[in-house]
């Protein structure tokens, strides 16, 4: 009888213990489930992650053009050429300013690499130049241009020319950029472009004669007169505080040179 009774306790010890192994702590199955739903948690970040660049590169790579016929000019420059994904795929020399016909432009101005500085941004632009179509970084091209013929002595032909140029303007979709515009004043005689030199009281010997327009002055052509050999030009000007007025005179030596003359500022 004790014998029997000794061997039933034997046998609830094992069985309990039995039950004790086998029964799952309750401890370490709350954290694996946690860490389960962590690693979901993680993966859907990732996937979201994932997903968002690939729509902000899709917004980089797929450019939204406008129809935009009009003439535009290449000043010197190496310009790089582009394919539908603004991937650069070539690039060639212009050593003179040269006439090109775009034929659209991008409807925001774009940075051309990353990091670019804000003021450097343009449109990218299909053009035709030399009876290739090509896409272009519009920094260095200017457009919207205002033509007028002259006749210097009454015998020799220019055209006098104010071109826009298509970086980032004084304002964008934000307000103001605190990035300079300006207006190239560019003589057209005998078929080619050239450039207007001068010296101006804020500008070194040897820039190019331009109209500044940003957010504390805009500088805007009043009139402009035939004086013998000598194109005269009525500058007026808004500042943040009153406005000013100026002449250009512009005449032929061993390049198209401009004096400044009798600035004048009003309160």
Not at 147 to 163: D, V
């Amino acid at each position: 009888m004790p014998q029997i009774f000794l061997f039933l306790s034997a046998l609830i010890i094992i069985i309990a213990s039995c039950k004790q192994v086998n029964e799952p702590n309750q401890d370490h199955a709350t954290m694996v489930i946690k860490d389960t739903a962590s690693i979901a948690t993680t993966t859907t970040k990732i996937e979201k992650t994932m997903a968002d660049e690939s729509v902000e590169e899709d917004t980089i790579i797929q450019p939204n053009f406008e129809a935009y016929l009009k003439k535009g000019l290449l000043i010197p420059h190496v310009y790089a050429i582009y394919n539908e994904t603004l991937d650069s795929i070539g690039n060639f020399t212009v050593e003179e300013i040269t006439e090109i016909k775009i034929l659209q432009k991008t409807k925001k101005k774009l940075a051309q690499f990353k990091k670019q500085d804000y003021c450097d941004w343009s449109n990218f632009v299909h053009a035709v130049y030399q009876e290739d179509t090509l896409i272009l970084f519009g920094k260095t091209i200017l457009h919207d241009l205002s033509e007028k013929p002259y006749r210097l002595n009454n015998t020799y032909p220019i055209q006098f020319i104010l071109a826009q140029n298509m970086r980032m303007g004084m304002m964008d979709d934000q307000g103001l950029t605190l990035c300079d515009d300006f207006s190239y004043m560019i003589i057209k005689a005998e078929e080619s472009y050239h450039f207007v030199y001068g010296k101006r009281a804020d500008e070194q010997p040897g820039d190019f004669m331009v109209l500044h327009h940003n957010d504390g002055i805009s500088e805007y052509l009043d009139q402009t007169i035939i004086v013998g050999d000598t194109l005269k030009l009525q500058v007026k000007a808004d500042y943040q505080e009153g406005t000013g007025a100026f002449e250009v005179l512009i005449f032929k030596a061993d390049q198209w040179r401009s004096l400044e003359k009798n600035r004048k500022h009003f309160h």
